[in-house]
């Protein structure tokens, strides 16, 4: 089993209230330095099997299709490793194979 | 400027209608093999000056006062570095510290 995470968010030209709103309401609240919010969507999938490229593919066309709206929206899709750590894998390309995660 | 990554999911133990909605909608859409889905929301924050120990601390904090109900969800604060890949940092760790990031 293994964790595959599809980070969602609005494409940088369109534009982003709830991330505008936490970002202003952040220095009346104390917190100075940030100069700019995004929020976004994120889900965890729980894949069965190996994620190998063909599985990768998949959740790359899940994400397309289902996921995101691809008209105001980018997705990336990450992989999780035990350590927490999360790295993105395009579709199609050698990064997902070399991925791969029993 | 470094991106700063808030990942805010509920707790495993509270029920997820969102992420449930669409994990039974896959079989029906063609995408077998995902056994569970969890939906939650990700603040992707851009923040000036160095990245440090001190402000991921302070990044914590606004996290866990202001974008998370930590009641029912957890957080996880992510560096994301220049290859996109984002790796988890605990508060006031040398985690923290080693991923230093000016």
Chains 1, 2 share one sequence.
């Not at 595959?4 to 202003?24: C, F, H, N, S, W």
């Not at 099997?49 to 709206?69: K, Q, S, Y």
């Amino acid at each position: 089993m293994a964790r595959v995470v599809v980070d969602v968010m609005l494409k940088p030209e369109i534009l982003d209230p709830q991330g505008q709103a936490v970002q202003r309401a952040l220095p009346r609240l104390g917190f100075e330095g940030v100069s700019d919010v995004r929020q976004g969507k994120r889900f965890e999938l729980e894949v069965e099997g190996p994620v190998d490229g063909d599985a990768l593919a998949r959740i790359h066309e899940l994400a397309e299709t289902f996921l995101a709206n691809t008209v105001i929206e980018d997705f990336t899709v990450r992989v999780q490793d035990a350590d927490g750590n999360e790295r993105p894998v395009e579709a199609g390309t050698d990064a997902a194979s070399e991925g791969a995660v029993a």
